[in-house]
Nanobody, 114 residues
């Protein structure tokens, strides 16, 4: 059973930076995209950023210019976050989409106090 493990969450002051990483415990084939989602208390889970196998990236408007998504050939996904705001506070989930299924991590908490 392949599992995704996120790391790098924590508490950071507004204006600060934080990096998240996500790695798979086993091999995942036919990856279409790797992405990061987040869910704040009382809100739906939303897409933060995604990178496709071909290198195309897409970001939520709220994080454009502040967050950067990347991945490597070992199927590790990264999310570099800068200029963090209190509204970025959420549980961040890693997602790997293949042609047959989606894989989700358990999430890592990011807190930016106001």
């Amino acid at each position: 059973q392949v599992q995704l493990v996120e790391s790098g969450g924590g508490l950071v002051q507004a204006g600060g930076s934080l990096g998240l990483s996500c790695s798979a415990s086993g091999s995942i084939f036919d990856i279409r995209a790797m992405g990061w989602y987040r869910q704040a208390p009382g809100k739906d889970r939303e897409l933060v950023a995604v990178v496709t196998r071909g290198g195309y990236t897409n970001y939520a408007d709220s994080v454009k210019g502040r967050f950067t998504i990347s991945s490597n050939v070992r199927n590790t996904a990264y999310l570099q976050m800068s200029s963090l705001k209190p509204e970025d506070t959420a549980v961040y989930y890693c997602n790997i989409e293949t042609y047959s299924r989606n894989y989700w991590g358990r999430g890592t908490q990011v807190t930016v106090p106001s």
